[in-house]
């Protein structure tokens, strides 16, 4: 009885260390389980915690991208020209290079900005597209508003020849059209039907011409009896005077500028070779000729001309005139920029390039075009016979033409949106 007792005690034993060391191996699982939920749960944090570090580093990094493109662009109105190319330029270190587009009809420049968050392992990308946008306001209309809307008023015969005209034409004598083509109205009455358009006014050109000449003389009375200041003829560099001055004749040589802070008289005639300037607060007045010479940088600036002798042009200069022009007889070659100019006398020449003026001449105006092509926006208005010989190379476009846009935009548009990724 002994024996059996001690065998079922070690038995019961046996069953108590093997409940122990179940129990045991259980708490391990238990706490291997926990502890490993514990250290994935901050992973899980830990990954949070980048996550949120990247998309603020990638959302700081584009604001501040988007801000310097957007200042970089804007910096652009500081310009005097500004074209889709240079808003390309200006946003080519901030954007995605193979994402630009240029809407060239729109005036429109498309991109994509990106920037990487990144934050230990996890890097987020964020893009914006933007939209640059030059709005153009429309410009003053092309010179020539005194011919009533015609580009080309001839009240003596008129003869065209290989021209294209690019609005309303005026003849009050015989018309010859050889292969010209007007992109407008033939108005004339030696031509049967008429066409119900308003014949423009006729201008008295030379007492327009008169009369300027007389103002001038009157309100500057002052100047006109002031003593010339002694200069050399030959102007060989820079001049200035800080109030009105009177001179007598002058050569301005090759690159001279000879500015006057007032009004300027010249008591003779005025030759301006190669890039020379004559700029003047006041007014300009030459009582003899003026010649310019060859150069591509010949400037005439006042806030109104007065030639009273013959104007030529030689070797082709391109001339830029800021202000109306009165003068007697202007021969031009080259290229002419400027306003109004009204002539008592006739007009000859070429013209070459890009021009801009409205011409108004009391005698006839012969205009023939030399070997380049060659374009006109304004007018020609004469109260004599027109002659104009485009050689199939010139275009008039005249007061009824679309003004040309301006080179700097009124406003430029900036625009952001969120980039849709599929």
Do not use: C
């Amino acid at each position: 009885m002994k024996g059996r007792g001690q065998a079922a005690f070690r038995q019961e034993q046996g069953y108590a260390l093997i409940s122990v060391l179940l129990l045991v191996a259980l708490l391990l699982v238990v706490g291997t389980l926990v502890m490993q939920s514990v250290t994935n749960s901050q992973g899980m944090v830990n990954v949070s915690e980048d996550i949120v570090s990247a998309q603020a580093d990638g959302e700081t990094k584009l604001l501040i991208k988007l801000s310097e493109l957007r200042a970089a662009v804007m910096a652009l109105m500081k310009k005097d020209k500004v074209t889709l190319e240079d808003v390309k330029a200006a946003a080519a270190p901030y954007v995605e290079s193979d994402t630009v587009t240029l809407d060239k009809e729109n005036q429109r420049y498309v991109a994509i900005v990106k920037a990487d968050g990144v934050s230990d392992k996890i890097t987020q990308t964020f893009r914006r597209k933007v939209a640059i946008t030059l709005s153009f306001t429309p410009g003053d209309p092309s010179p020539g508003s005194g011919t009533g809307g015609y580009a080309v008023v001839s009240f003596g015969a008129l003869a065209l020849n290989g021209t294209t005209i690019n609005g309303n034409v005026y003849s009050a004598g015989a018309v010859a059209n050889n292969q010209s083509k007007i992109n407008g109205v033939l108005v004339s009455p030696t031509i049967p039907g008429g066409s119900g358009l308003t014949p423009p006014d006729k201008l008295d050109i030379s007492s327009i011409v008169h009369q300027v000449d007389k103002e001038m003389k009157t309100t500057k009375s002052a100047l006109f009896s002031t003593p010339a200041t002694p200069l050399d003829f030959e102007v060989k560099a820079n001049a200035k005077y800080t109030k009105s001055t009177v001179l007598n004749s002058i050569k301005l040589m090759p690159n001279v500028t000879l500015t006057v802070d007032g009004d300027l008289w010249v008591n003779g005639g005025v030759t301006m070779e190669a890039n020379s300037s004559i700029v003047a607060s006041g007014i300009i007045y030459i009582s003899g000729d003026l010649l310019m010479n060859s150069g591509n940088n010949m400037k005439l600036q006042g806030s109104r001309i007065k030639v009273n002798g013959t104007t030529n042009f030689n070797s082709d200069p391109t001339v830029n005139i800021t202000g109306d022009f009165y003068g007697s007889t202007l021969n031009t070659s080259g290229t002419l920029l400027a306003k109004n100019i009204y002539l008592t006398g006739t007009s000859n020449g070429n013209i070459n390039g890009s021009n801009q003026f409205a011409l108004f001449a009391a005698g006839s105006v012969n205009l023939n075009n030399g070997n380049s092509p060659s374009t006109l926006a304004g007018s020609v208005y004469t109260n004599g016979a027109l002659n104009i010989n485009g050689n199939d190379k010139v275009i008039i476009n005249g007061s009824t033409a679309p003004p040309t846009p301006p080179d700097k935009p009124s406003e430029i548009k900036f625009e952001e949106k969120n980039v849709v990724i599929n």
